[in-house]
């Protein structure tokens, strides 16, 4: 079993930046995928960008040039640095884990997700 733990959300004003962290304990394996997603009220959950073992890093067409993931191997945790932050990017983040070999910027592609964290951004 594998735990997914985000934290780092809040409110910020529009042109501001937030930090979000994710932690995965427990067995992933050696090869494994993080992503972040999100939802906003109304919508779908969404791929906003994710990685691999394999040094692999994929982007969200709406966030290129503004968001950054990034991993500490030896602790299993993800980071997304989001600047340039707009009002359409309000919404709940969710940090997934996974070890298989499906799509990295599918929903279902990840076995495992946290509980999500909720980000606002005022205009």
């Known amino acids: 079993q594998v735990r997914v733990v985000e934290s780092g959300g809040g409110l910020v004003q529009a042109g501001g930046s937030l930090r979000l962290s994710c932690v995965a304990s427990g067995r992933l394996g050696s090869w494994y995928k993080m992503g972040w997603f999100r939802q906003a009220p109304g919508n779908e959950r969404e791929f906003v960008a994710g990685l691999n073992s394999g040094r692999i890093i994929n982007y969200a067409d709406s966030v290129k040039g503004r968001f950054t993931i990034s991993r500490d191997n030896a602790r299993n945790t993800v980071a997304l640095q989001m600047n340039s932050l707009k009002p359409e990017d309000t919404a709940v983040y969710y940090c997934?884990?996974?070890?298989?070999?499906?799509?990295?910027?599918?929903?279902?592609?990840?076995?495992?997700w946290g509980q999500g964290t909720q980000v606002t951004v005022s205009s």
């Open positions: 997934a884990a996974d070890s298989t070999w499906r799509p990295i910027n599918k929903v279902d592609g990840y076995d495992y």
